[in-house]
């Protein structure tokens, strides 16, 4: 019952303490955690996860709708399918690790991706997220949130693998 109600802290403290610091709020009651590994670098990786004005390109149902430059503690707005969600950019390190704290509903999360450069210019993409507030896992469960970052991180890999490489292997 505890985690049905469970509210999390404040979007302040959640944005300052948690997604500024790289973590999502472990305690909520909504947590998933996917990974895929790209035949791209990670400045390759972050080229196309940080143009977030390009989304709608290769990731079905992502649509910004204001968006200022791409900082930490600056905001934007944007939409998956017909749901609109107000952030505010967390981390901000090229190559390493995109983090936003944000409102949908008026339930509280922290998204957060992080690049590993792995061997044969190979990168693991891990996307985390935290989902808080009252009821929310009635209405938004761990196995929705977990597809939905699945769908995200199978369009990633595939806009990768359509362009070209920035830098051929040597046979």
């Known amino acids: 019952m505890r985690k049905l109600l469970y509210r999390g802290p404040s979007l302040a403290t959640l944005h300052a303490d948690y997604a500024a610091c790289g973590r999502i709020d472990t305690e909520a009651p909504v947590t998933s955690e996917s ?10 990786v972050w080229e196309v996860m940080s143009d977030l004005g390009n989304w709608p390109s290769w990731a079905p149902g992502y649509e910004v709708l204001e968006l200022g430059e791409v900082t930490p503690g600056a ?6 399918g017909s749901v609109r969600i107000t952030s505010r950019f967390a981390v901000v390190a090229p190559g390493r690790e995109l983090t936003w704290s944000g409102v949908v509903f008026g339930y509280k999360a922290v998204d957060q991706q992080v690049l590993q450069a792995l061997p044969g ?9 935290s989902l808080a507030g009252p009821f929310v896992s009635l209405l938004f469960g761990v196995d929705r949130l977990r597809a939905g970052h699945e769908r995200y991180l199978n369009a990633l890999a595939a806009e990768l693998a359509r362009r070209p490489a920035a830098h051929p292997r040597a046979g």
């Open 75 to 80: 905001a934007f707005r944007w939409r998956l």
């Open 121 to 129: 210019g190979r990168t693991r993409v891990t996307m985390r997220e």
């Open 35 to 44: 990974g895929v590994v790209v035949d791209a670098t990670p400045a390759q």
